[in-house]
């Protein structure tokens, strides 16, 4: 960064001579990054005017494009760089002592006595390097600048003889040791009486350095970038590395640890996919405790679960959250057919005093559910079986039983249907399971048209919103569809023609009808759709949002006639 002494270059380690100890890599010496820097001398009441561009006071910031702070590397650190320090009380070298003695720093003294000063740090690589092209202007410019004020100097030689030896020492000694610095900078330092400081050592221990910073001075050629991306589930770290750098896994586990303790006390690699009936994936523990007994909170609420035995992100907190707010209503009927360990319903009835019905296939999701509801002050339902086929035939949901909370294990399919066996429809019908949660969505044929026993026709008029995730990738190019339509479809079209498939399949046909939005809306589901996240190159998280209308439930039992 200008000069030998404050330029760094950082090892990059080919695969011939790595040779890290996952244990040891705290001693290594290429961690610890050691920066000379050069300093002004300013006084202490100027130092806010001249970093602070918004000051009203003179200098409006004039050193802000030269501070230390334009370091790329101190991106890395933590705490941040302090720009501005008191001045060493005693001298630094014995180069130091000799300029103490020497007639210009006797000069300089003089010049400053008794006002207090502070250093501020600067940017190499901004003030010290100059061509040789620029050095010629500069003596130049330096030479024509102290004509003109000895020209324009007025008075007695006592007044010459003071701009001489204060205004002009003060700009060649700024111009010598700053030579990128711009004419106006140094001018207006010099009318300050700022001059250049000593040189700033600042050693920067690894324990101040982000791990990304760490791992990549760490890791060989072939390992890098490091890895940068990760997700907190309580006091475990999970990681989902790339081929590259599974060999050092142990080593960037380890970094990682000893950077995020103690709030990080596990790190895990996912080995493998998102699979299986549960959607969990197998783990390696590379570091800390073999402990995944996972205590977290969202938004208040304390949550506990095992991470081996079940599925969560925590990226689908601020869904979540956009739901309770924006779509859930104080008091309203949720339905969630796969409610994992309760993070959502167990919110929707701390938060809106909802009424709750709740399933997972997963037995220990189910029973991580009911033991959140009850720990969050939730009078959970007692239920003489979790087994699949649970249904809620006795059950009354009265809109005054606020603690009404019951969570079964089972089949969604079969839950989906027997919600409609209940005494009214449920306001809400959350369905986050983007690999298949279409496929679910037959089971509303089962739900009621007509008048049962009891009923009036203000619970038959009601209808459920179903708020339901899938994958969803937009079309490639041209694609022409059944119904002669060849526009290609974004993610969010694809999403609800998935929708509609799972909704009123079309057969067998051959080739399948697309852009079904109207089709669905004809029968009074104003569906709504947004995109979610990315989960992979091209594809998406897309939330539709339906209702669920009896127009809808008669064209799903073959009525045709709507």
Sequence with gaps: MGTEEDERTTPNYSDDNYDINNDDWRKNPILSDTYILPTVSVPADRVHSLLNSGSGNGGGGILVPFLASHIADFDHIHPRIKLVRDVPKSPLSSDQKGRNESTDNNKRRTLNKCIPKKLVLLDPSRVLSLSRNQKEYRNKHNREHQENHLTEAVGSKETIQQQTNQQEHIHQQLCQSFPLMDENTIETLASYSILPGPNFTISIPYHRQTPNHILSKLLPSSAHPPPTGYEQIGHVLHLNLKKRHIPHRHLIGSVLLDRLSPRIRTVVHKVGEVGGPYRTYDMEVVAGEDDTNVSLVEDGLMINFDLRKVYWSTRLSGERTRLLKDCIRDGDVVADAFCGVGAFCVRAAVEKGCVVYANDLNHSAVLYCRDNASKNGIAVMPSNSVAIGSNFDTISH?????????????????????????????????????????????????????????????????????????????????????????????????????????????????????????????????????????????????????????????????????
């Excluded at 019951?406 to 369905?431: E, R, W, Y």
């Excluded at 009601?462 to 290609?488: C, P």
């Design 398 to 562: 009265e809109r005054e039983s606020e603690t009404t909370f019951k969570v079964v294990c089972g089949d969604a399919f079969d839950f989906i249907q027997n919600l409609g066996s209940l005494p009214t429809s449920p306001d809400h019908l959350i369905m986050n399971f983007p690999l298949a949660a279409a496929d679910f969505l037959g089971a509303l044929r089962w739900w009621p048209t007509s008048l049962r026993s009891g009923e009036n026709a203000k619970s038959l008029s009601k209808r459920t919103r179903v708020h339901l995730y899938t994958f969803a990738r937009a079309d490639e190019g041209n694609a022409s569809s059944a119904n002669g339509n060849t526009k290609s479809r974004d993610a969010m079209e694809v999403a609800v023609d998935l929708v509609a498939e799972g909704l009123i399949p079309e057969g067998g046909a051959t080739e399948k009808t697309k852009f079904r939005r109207s089709f669905l809306n004809d029968l009074g589901c104003n569906v709504v759709t947004r995109e979610v996240r990315d989960v992979a190159p091209g594809k998406v998280v897309i939330y539709v949002s339906f209702d669920v209308s009896r127009s809808l439930v008669r064209f799903m039992q073959g009525d045709f006639m709507v």
